[in-house]
Structure formats: C-alpha cells, structure tokens
Antibody
Framework: QVQLQESGPGLVKPSETLSLTCAVSGYSIGSGYYWGWIRQPPGKGLEWIGHVYHSGSTYYNPSLKSRVAISLDTSKNQFSLKLSSVTAADTAVYYC??????????????WGQGTLVTVSS | EIVLTQSPATLSLFPGERATLSCRASQSVSIYLAWYQQKPGQAPRLLIHDASNRATGIPARFSGSGSGTDFTLTISSLEPEDFAVYYCQQRSNWSTFGQGTRLEIK
C-alpha cells in the first residue's frame, strides 16, 4: 500500500522559495507512476500544481509554470516541490499525491495528509 | 481553462436519505471526471474516477454518472460518516477542481 508524507518549513517569507518534500513508502518511485502536488488555500478549493513521471518528465499547471519545479530523489524514495517568489497568495495546505492516468490527464490516489505553509514576513 | 461548477453549495439531509450532488463543466470533458470526499482536517479521498468507476474500497452506496458536461455523484443511503465536502475534478484538459459541495446533517 502506497503511503505519502509531506515535510518542510511551515513558514516562508515573501519573495523566497517554498521547498517541500514528500516521502513515499510502499513503492519505489523510480519504478513507475507519476508523483505530484496539489494545494488548498485555507477555506478554499483545490489547485493542481504539477507532477513528475518516474522518468523525470514534468508537467506543470500553466498558471504556476514559471515558478514551479518538481523533482525526484530515487535514492531517498522521495520527491520535492520548489515554488519561487512566493506571496501571501501561496499560503495553503500542500498535498503530495500519486496521479493516475496519462500525462496531464490524471486523477489522484492516494494523498498525503498535507502540510500548511504560510507566507508571511 | 475548464471551469467546474458544483451544486448545491450546501446540501442538508438526514442519515438514511439519498444525496444527489451535481458537477457541470464549462465544456465537454467526455467521461474524464473524478469525485473526492474531504473531511475536516483530512486530505481528499478518491471516490470515483472516469465518471462512474468506484475507487478501491469505496462502498457501493457511492455511484457516479454522466458524460460531456453534466455529472452526478449519488449516495444512495447516507451514513453518518458521509457528511463531508465533495469535490469534482476534470482531467480532460489539464486538471481543475470544482469549488465543492458541503453535505451536512439536517
């Protein structure tokens, strides 16, 4: 059974880079599947950020593409999210999840428990 | 961007009643629609993918239908644990989510 767990700083200053990691257990991420990130601002809906294929190919939300980087670390069986030049609008609960499907046509199962990141000075 | 509009925003029902939740897409998404359940303080959980396919471990009281622009999630007889927020998500053109329907106990 695949399980995912997010980790990273809960507070990031405006204009800095948000960095999160998702540790995966129950599956070797270099063997297959996509691995991705979704966020949810407090009290609001869900926004797909992007995902990475086990080969390293990446797919990003066009609205965030200029600021996002998702990468794999197969030696640690984890993947990472970096979001640069953050503002208060990037304050959200960030979820890692496993996309299923093809390329950008995916649904998400399972999800990590989520981690709240607040952007504030 | 494909916009998903969910209705109603809030649905108040008694346990044992039938719940019908709607998701309408701004353009056709074929059958590429999923439904998720989210309880307070928890991550979303996949219920249905590709309009009508129940995810592993999801009870049979949950069913999905529709194609094109109009989709429905039906819960045949509400259990106490079903009261939550439900989101739809399309995967036809990138990925977007609806704003959610809150299902509350009457």
């Amino acid at each position: 059974q695949v399980q995912l767990q997010e980790s990273g700083p809960g507070l990031v200053k405006p204009s800095e880079t948000l960095s999160l990691t998702c540790a995966v257990s129950g599956y070797s991420i270099g063997s297959g599947y996509y691995w991705g990130w979704i966020r949810q601002p407090p009290g609001k809906g869900l926004e797909w950020i992007g995902h990475v294929y086990h080969s390293g190919s990446t797919y990003y939300n066009p609205s965030l593409k200029s600021r996002v980087a998702i990468s794999l670390d197969t030696s640690k069986n984890q993947f990472s999210l970096k979001l640069s030049s953050v503002t208060a609008a990037d304050t959200a609960v960030y979820y890692c999840a496993r996309p299923l499907g093809d390329y950008v046509r995916v649904w998400f199962d399972p999800w990590g428990q989520g981690t709240l990141v607040t952007v504030s000075s | 961007e494909i916009v998903l509009t969910q209705s109603p925003a809030t649905l108040s029902l008694f346990p044992g009643e039938r719940a019908t939740l709607s998701c309408r897409a701004s353009q056709s998404v074929s059958i590429y629609l999923a439904w998720y359940q989210q309880k307070p303080g928890q991550a979303p959980r996949l219920l249905i993918h590709d309009a009508s396919n129940r995810a592993t471990g999801i009870p049979a009281r949950f069913s999905g239908s529709g194609s094109g622009t109009d989709f429905t999630l039906t819960i045949s007889s509400l259990e106490p644990e079903d009261f939550a927020v439900y989101y739809c998500q399309q995967r036809s053109n990138w990925s977007t989510f609806g704003q959610g329907t809150r299902l509350e106990i009457k």
